[in-house]
């Protein structure tokens, strides 16, 4: 059950409050031992130095080293690499106060997260006493077709981050833990605009209207014609797409790279009204509005077959 909410601006002020919490968690549990945090490599968790710092993606650290210390990667759905450092960590007196990762990995590629791993990495949390955190800012609030994208992995974190969808183009993110991770005192963390009125009203009317309007069944229909649609565009351009991965209404279409650059379809979406975003690994995301209609999908899959005939 949730036990407390911190609220704030954007998802990398959500992330870094979550750092926060694991490093608090690490001094109260570790004994003197160094504390150390796990991410995942190809993740993204914000532009902040501690959410870069955990953000396994050396590209967006350029310029910027040296990061923060004390975060390890593992590589995504992979546990034996998770195994590994929990053990390397313990034969070097090092203690994992906490994971951070994505429950589908959004800027690294469109990567659904396998049940199986988040399953054994809920268990070696448990096992080692480390706090699990789910940075939910891009998975968050329905966009998987569940409301939230861990309710895809059949596990339960100890605290999750939002941001992006839970303010509906409003700026506000949040961070909401559990009972093992419920330790933050007042004046541990805190944020001039944190919490305040307008925003939160804003999330409310969000949630309320996924409610009214049974938003979570739409993401799921559409998201079922999407994937659809993208079949249909993987038969017929078999040269330019090399697969389709996606939860919900965020899809990606992997672009073959001796064909397409998904930069620069994405520029030609553009140029259609169409806005789709590149994510790493040459994919081409797409992430539509929760509210996006039957008639809408249609066009935007004319969209991007209009573009795909054009190479
Ligand atoms: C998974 C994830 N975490 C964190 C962030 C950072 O959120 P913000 O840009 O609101 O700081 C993003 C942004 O793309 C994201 O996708």
């Given amino acids: 059950m949730l036990k407390a909410f911190f609220f704030c601006n954007s998802g990398a002020e959500a992330n870094e409050s979550a750092i926060k919490l694991i490093k608090k968690f690490g001094n109260i549990t570790n004994q003197g031992k160094e504390s150390i945090i796990l991410a995942a490599e ?10 870069l710092s955990a953000t396994g993606q050396p590209k967006y650290q350029k310029g910027f080293e040296p990061m923060m210390k004390g975060f390890k990667f593992f590589e995504f759905n992979n546990f034996d690499s998770v195994k590994k450092l929990f053990q390397d960590c313990e034969n070097n007196d090092q203690k994992i ?19 199986i791993f988040f399953k054994s ?9 480390a706090l699990l955190i789910l940075d939910e800012v ?6 998987t077709g569940k409301m939230w994208g861990y309710e895809n992995l059949g596990i339960e974190p100890d605290a999750f981050t939002l941001a992006k969808g839970l303010g509906g183009g409003h700026a506000i993110g949040a961070l909401l833990v559990k009972e093992k991770a419920n330790i933050f005192s007042p004046g541990d963390h805190a944020s001039t605009f944190g919490g305040n009125p307008f925003a ?8 309320e209207e996924i409610n009214r309007r049974n938003l979570i069944n739409n993401v799921y229909l559409r998201g079922e014609e999407l994937r659809a649609g993208f079949e249909g565009l993987s038969k017929k351009f078999p040269n330019i797409i090399n697969g ?13 790279s001796n064909y397409a650059d998904a930069k620069e379809i994405t520029v030609k979406a553009f140029d ?3 806005l789709v975003v590149p994510a790493g690994g040459n994919v081409v995301r797409i992430v539509p509005p929760l509210v996006i209609s039957r008639r809408e999908i249609n066009i935007l899959l004319d969209k991007l077959n209009s573009i795909f005939e054009e190479f």
């Fill in 42 to 51: 190809s993740s993204f968790h914000g532009r902040t130095l501690a959410a």
């Fill in 97 to 115: 106060s906490g994971v951070l990762v994505e429950p589908i990995q959004g800027e690294g590629g469109v990567i659904p997260g396998s049940k």
């Fill in 121 to 129: 990495l809920r268990d070696i949390c448990d096992k080692y006493n």
């Fill in 138 to 143: 891009q998975s968050g609030v329905a966009r």
């Fill in 200 to 207: 939160c009203r804003a999330a409310l009317t969000v949630l």
């Fill in 244 to 256: 389709k991965r996606g939860l919900g209404l965020i899809q990606g279409l992997v672009i073959n």
């Fill in 272 to 274: 259609k009204g169409l």
